[in-house]
């Protein structure tokens, strides 16, 4: 079996942790772990135990079913190359084929809503008895970072029965292992990993882990070992021996078992892992391994995420609490956490949130418990909140113009979704009148003026000066920014995908059928890649066509020609509408569009999209290889899009209306 250690995988727990790795099992993050648990739900994320080295003694020889890469470039042992077969679903799980026919099966799940890494081995073929060793590789450190080697690392163990607990540093959770095996205490020190995914980036790429002992096993022929990894909280815990391990196992096992299959297909599971507790409620994770939780990409991913999935209620616990944040028209780009301000420096996030609320509203019609007693007044509330705040003027020179159209941006702040900057340089600052921004703010006025008549009049002033400032004949395309800084009657012409929102992926279509198909097959000729819309057209000035370099580097060019696999949702909805929603049109999407997505599926973040993309061929993901937007609206399309028969509110959502 070829490995390739570019493809991951991804556990989570529910609670804002998760455990990472790749196929091969060498470890090529900084982020790659098999605990780390959430300490703040969904935020404080620290690296406890980052991975392990195992062996196998049989009479044969000892062989190798792990392999680290240290620097400058080595791997070593040779474990991977005894790697048969790799499985994902329905958790990751490894065949390893050993000398004299002897194999093993590695199983790795997280318990979702424990935090527990439940790792088991088991002997499916052998002659005789098989010795299992393994070295846990331990550092107690923040996700971010990496640990080197120091005197304050305190190796010291406490074996009790089946559990055995490790504190390496004060202020961090305890490490608590459970096994069926023996422990055996053997400090040492392992260093200069080598992580070639985080040289990539210009990041510190080098590591040193603790490994306090070895857990040792004893196994016949079918029998199986057992590892069961938890954050220790210090409570205090009944003994638990090797027995009792069996029947936790087992019973967490068929637990999991029995939540995944709930899930109806491997991207519904997908899906699942955005979905996690934020104190008493719920929020969505923009991206693992390092984002967290943010008002923009919930709004955008909750969409497929949990509308086209029929999560209705995930998606009502999510929205009803972002409603209670409102604040002078605006919801913060994300929650606060322990003693921080709230950041609202986001134009487009409230708008996403009119648009996430109403499609709830509309399937919750179809779905009387969609929604609690006074969770519809509380949604239109905020929907006018946000509206009559933007509308009066609020942060960062957010205000209705007199023409209908929603100003923003003042220098030095980066308010839309291309919000990259350098030090104090905002690379698309898109100060004026964006051109997805009044996509947005027409929606929103369409959809705040069922609930109150006076929207009406400033939404049909805001299209008329839509239509006559935005398009421009010569290209065929609509201006990315008019009023540029401000400035009355100037124009940005430069060829982004943002235009596409004029015409998909948003309930109202502003132009007409001829203007919509003309800007339509110019994004699909200079900005169509498989993997997503080009942020920038090639040819443009500053196209850059790879992601790659130090962080300077790499953030100077986000929105500068990389890929983007989330825009693909407004793209192809577009693409279907100007070719009148038929069936046809909808069959061919599905070929040429979705198709190259899908196959994505299987590579970078298996199971998931990534976050980005290169520019030119051949369209290497980059970023998040698990991105929360990027999924949300391959399955928006999917279930809603371009679905055969979708539901009747699905369907009222993707309706074509043109101006």
């Not at 997908?270 to 990409?297: E, M, N, Q, S």
């Not at 369409?446 to 839509?466: P, S, T």
Request: charged content about 25%; some cysteine; hydrophobic content about 40%.
């Amino acid at each position: 079996m070829v490995i390739d250690d570019r493809s991951e995988w991804l556990e989570t727990d529910g609670l804002g942790g998760f455990v990472s790795g790749t196929v091969s099992g060498i470890r090529t993050r900084r982020y790659h772990a098999l605990l780390l648990p959430a300490t703040t739900p969904p935020t404080g994320r620290v690296v406890l135990v980052n991975g392990f080295e195992a062996w196998v003694e049989t009479a044969a020889g000892s062989f190798a079913i792990t392999s680290q890469r240290y620097a400058p470039d080595v791997v070593h042992p040779d474990g991977a190359a005894r790697i048969a077969g790799f499985n994902p679903e329905p958790w990751p799980t490894w065949e390893f084929l050993l000398p004299g026919g002897i194999r093993i099966r590695q199983e790795l799940f997280v318990h979702h809503g424990a935090g527990t890494t439940m790792v088991s081995w088991t002997v499916m073929d052998a002659d005789g008895p098989v010795h299992l060793n393994v070295r846990p590789l331990v550092s107690g450190r923040d996700y971010h970072s990496t640990h080197h080697e120091n005197g304050a690392f305190r190796f010291a163990a406490d074996v009790a029965d089946a559990r055995v607990v490790f504190q390496p540093y004060d202020g961090l959770p305890a490490i608590a292992i459970l096994s069926n095996g023996r422990y055996e205490h053997a400090p040492e020190w392992y260093r200069n990993f080598c992580y070639v995914e985080e040289a990539e980036r210009g990041l510190d790429s080098t590591e040193d882990l603790a490994s306090p002992g070895v857990f040792h096993w004893e196994l016949q022929p079918g029998a199986r070992a057992l590892w069961l990894l938890e954050a220790d909280a210090g409570v205090e815990r009944e003994p638990v021996s090797r027995e009792d391990l069996e029947v936790l196992y087992e019973r967490g096992r068929a637990r999991e078992a029995e939540r995944r299959d709930g899930l109806a297909t491997s991207l519904d599971r997908a899906a699942d892992a955005y979905l996690v507790r934020r104190g008493r409620g719920r929020t969505i994770v923009a991206g693992y391994p390092w984002f967290t939780d943010w008002g923009r990409d919930t709004f955008i991913a909750i969409r497929g995420l949990c509308l086209a999935t029929g999560r209705l209620a995930d998606a009502r616990d999510i929205l009803v609490e972002w409603a209670g944040a409102v604040s002078e028209g605006m919801l913060p780009n994300r929650f606060p956490d322990r003693g921080e301000a709230p950041e609202f420096n986001s134009v487009d996030a409230s708008l996403w949130f009119i648009i996430a609320a109403s499609e709830l509203i509309a399937a919750a019609s179809d779905d009387r418990a969609a929604l609690l007693p006074g969770d519809r007044e509380a949604l239109h509330a905020a929907i006018l909140s946000i509206v009559s705040g933007c509308a009066a003027g609020t942060r960062f020179g957010i205000r209705m113009d007199e023409d209908g159209l929603l100003a923003a941006g003042v220098p030095g702040v980066q308010l839309t979704w291309m919000d990259a900057r350098v030090g104090d340089r905002v690379i698309t600052p898109r100060i004026g009148k964006p051109v997805e921004i009044q996509a947005l703010w027409l929606n929103a006025l369409a959809i705040a003026g069922r609930l109150d008549d006076r929207w009406g009049a400033a939404h049909e002033r805001g299209r008329d000066a839509f239509l006559s400032c935005f398009f421009d004949e010569t290209t065929g395309g609509l201006a990315d920014v008019v009023d540029v800084d401000h400035v009355r009657g100037t124009r940005d012409l430069s060829c982004r995908p943002n235009q596409i929102l004029a015409v998909g992926g948003l309930p109202l279509g502003l132009l007409d059928r001829g203007r919509a198909r003309r800007v339509v097959d110019l994004v699909e000729r200079q900005l169509a890649t498989p993997l997503g819309l080009r942020s920038l057209a090639p040819g443009e000035a500053g196209y850059a066509g790879r992601y790659a370099g130090d962080s300077s580097s790499r953030d100077a060019i986000y929105h500068q020609g990389t890929a983007w696999p989330w825009l693909m949702g407004p793209f192809v909805e577009a693409w279907v509408r100007v070719r009148g929603n038929t069936a046809a049109a909808k069959l061919s999407a599905r070929t040429r569009f979705l198709d190259p997505l899908a196959e994505h599926l299987t590579s970078a973040g298996i199971g998931h999209i990534s976050e980005i993309a290169d520019g030119d061929s051949p369209f290497t993901p980059r970023g998040c290889p698990f991105q929360a937007w990027s999924l949300g609206e391959y399955l928006r399309l999917d279930r809603i899009v371009l679905a055969r028969r979708a539901r009747a509110a699905a369907r009222r959502i993707e309706e074509p209306q043109w101006a």
